[in-house]
């Protein structure tokens, strides 16, 4: 195996197969091998990402790991979409604490149009459009177009899990249904920040099968989110991942994702604890601070000052 971890280093690509070995490592050879690909690639910089949860619950979708599914029987706050004041000021707070993007989050599979419309009135006039995101479910083509005229150049959706666990998870829209959202924002030229969630009963398999599959669609940023237990979702007994398989899992991940930008978001603080700081050993070079869509999270300035505490900076360039 020790010639896997040298091909990667070389920047060789490495197969399915290869990768799957790659978990019965020791976590230190892994961590060896993805800090210097991501230094050679990502250097010493950190993005950070922050989000607001613009529209809260009562989501079509039966996702038995989220807390905001109608499905589900949470107590998640419930809200429509919020002012354009509420997010813009939400958006300044973050980008001038240090987050390089921020990401605009709804529930659902879709916003309707008017709400859409909404959202493109203030991306018009606002001044700091580049570093913003939208997440709102499936896109259409005349929804993105609208999107890139008023200047949003940045589209999350993520694929979860592998497709073949995919129906396990969700069986209200397909896992073809999210790749087919991806591949149309993509060929309008917005860039693609898409990933998924570990812990909710995938194998390694699948977690190397979604790893290809986002290598394939060729995106640019991939959030990991590590699964926490929400009481009232069909979930709630999941066991948690450790921590050392939580940082192996990055570790592959980058192994495989040498060039993307990987981000790591929801479930950090609890599944990590003390070990938040090994995710860029692991190889890891960005980070989603200031909380999740229906939890809380660490500020900003305590992850900076992690960052500098490392020897690392923070990256503010998208």
Do not use: W
Request: glycine share 8%; aromatic share 8%; charged share 25%.
């Amino acid at each position: 195996m020790e010639k896997i971890l040298e091909n990667a280093i070389n920047g060789n690509e490495i197969s399915k197969e290869e990768a799957l070995l790659l978990f019965n490592l020791e976590a230190e050879d892994l961590f060896y091998a993805a800090t210097k690909i991501r230094k050679k690639y990502k250097g010493d910089k950190v993005k950070i990402c922050s989000i607001i949860n613009a529209k809260s619950g009562q989501c079509s979708e039966d996702c038995k790991f989220c807390a905001q599914s109608a499905f589900n029987k949470t107590e998640v706050k419930v809200y429509p979409l919020v002012s354009i004041d509420n997010i813009k000021e939400s958006a300044n707070k973050a980008i001038a604490a240090g987050a390089a993007c921020f990401g605009i989050v709804s529930s659902g599979n879709y916003l309707n149009e008017e709400e859409a419309d909404s959202l493109c009135e203030m991306f018009k006039n606002y001044k700091n459009v580049e570093k913003l995101s939208v997440s709102i479910g499936r896109l259409s083509e005349e929804i993105l177009l609208k999107l890139k005229k008023v200047g949003i150049k940045k589209i999350h959706h993520n694929l979860e899990t592998s497709g073949e666990f995919f129906p396990k998870i969700c069986s209200t829209h397909t896992f073809a249904e999210r790749t087919e959202t991806i591949k149309r924002a993509k060929a309008l030229g917005f860039k693609i920040c898409a990933g998924g969630l570990f812990g909710v009963g995938e194998s390694f398999r699948d977690r190397v099968e979604l790893a290809f599959a986002l290598k394939e669609l060729d995106v640019e940023s991939v959030p990991m989110n590590f699964f926490i237990p929400v009481k009232g979702t069909a979930l709630e007994g999941a066991e948690p991942l450790s921590a050392i398989e939580i940082l192996k899992t990055i570790s592959i991940f980058r192994l495989i994702l040498q060039k993307q930008d990987i981000i790591i978001c929801g479930g950090r603080e609890i599944n990590l604890r003390d070990l938040q700081s090994m995710i860029f050993a692991a190889g890891a070079n960005g980070m989603m601070s200031g909380g999740y869509l229906t939890t809380d999270g660490r500020n900003i300035e305590k992850d900076i000052q992690m960052i500098k505490d490392l020897g690392l900076e923070t990256d503010l360039c998208q």
